[in-house]
């Protein structure tokens, strides 16, 4: 591939908890590259409503866009950290208002990387591990890094952060890593993979490696995270690369548990170059028991919300959340 040229967007995907915030960290210390500081998620739903927003060309359509738009979290984020891009500016900005050309200009505008810079703008949303295609089917030019993590830690680090029962996350992650390593097939050299526990080990290597996919020179320094870019888990406001953020599973997880993920996932964790010691039949969680989980999981995710933000605009976010994502960890 040819990749000198290329100017975005670049995605990063992988299952939330899985290292997206950390790699968006580090790249957003290249100077020649802008992700914004919250993730969109919202791009599959522009495309399955844009038709009912009519002509955008005509300001009070466009004008009734950017309030309903103004409702969903990326721009509810992007408010509270400041930022947010004015109607006049979004609209002056299209030229086809086509879903594509709407979220191009959005986040050319979020991450302030303009047309003909050179620069390159992309986008952090663990959602999109499965609208691969796409994304790719409106964004031609795109190019995808995914980031595994060891299903185990993975798994631990569900529970830590929302109170997921593991063994559906197990199952989720089983099926999500299967939707991209099936999409990498098919998009080749657009395509790149990298595990967490190599970026923790040495990331200078690893951004290096990206750097080579992406066209673009390796920056001196990028790999030193400045600052904390996580606020769950064990990695929350911690300074830096948090090296020692892996294999927790040894440690804190039952056998019992350990072998029954393992029984989910063998294939997977082998392809990625996980040990392994279960090497039985993969054994999936039937759908009446994996729609109890679920029902325990948006409890337990409704519950964090409203203890983060207060019962209405815990409420809020998560209407928001669901409104715009039929993908996320629920």
Known sequence: MNAMNFQGPLFIIGMPRSGTKLLRGLLNQHPQIGIPPSETEFFPWLVSQRARFGDLGGQDAFHRFYVEMGDIHYFQ????????IPEEAWYRSCSTFTPADLFETLLRYDTAVAPGSGRIWGDKSPSYIGH???????????????????VRDYCLSMR?????????????????????????????AAFMTLRYEDLLDDAERELRRVCRFLGTEYAENMSELQGSVEN?????NASGIKQGNKFKYLQDMSPATRQRIESICRPLLEQFGYAC?????????????????????????FRFHV???????????????YRTSGNRQS
């Open 307 to 321: 203890h983060e933000r207060g019962l209405l605009q815990g409420v809020m976010l998560v209407l928001s959340l």
């Open 77 to 84: 984020r992007m408010r509270e950290l400041g930022g947010g």
């Open 232 to 236: 769950l888990g064990a990695a929350r």
């Open 132 to 150: 691969v295609a796409l994304l790719k089917s409106h964004f031609p030019q795109a190019r995808f890094i995914h980031i595994v993590r060891d």
């Open 277 to 301: 010691e279960y090497q039985g039949p993969v054994r999936r969680i039937g759908k009446l028991q994996m729609g109890a989980y679920q029902a325990a999981d948006a409890l337990n995710l």
């Open 160 to 188: 830590q952060a929302w109170g997921k029962n593991m063994l559906r996350a197990a199952q989720r992650w089983s099926d999500g890593v299967g939707c991209a390593v099936a999409a990498g097939a098919e998009l080749g």
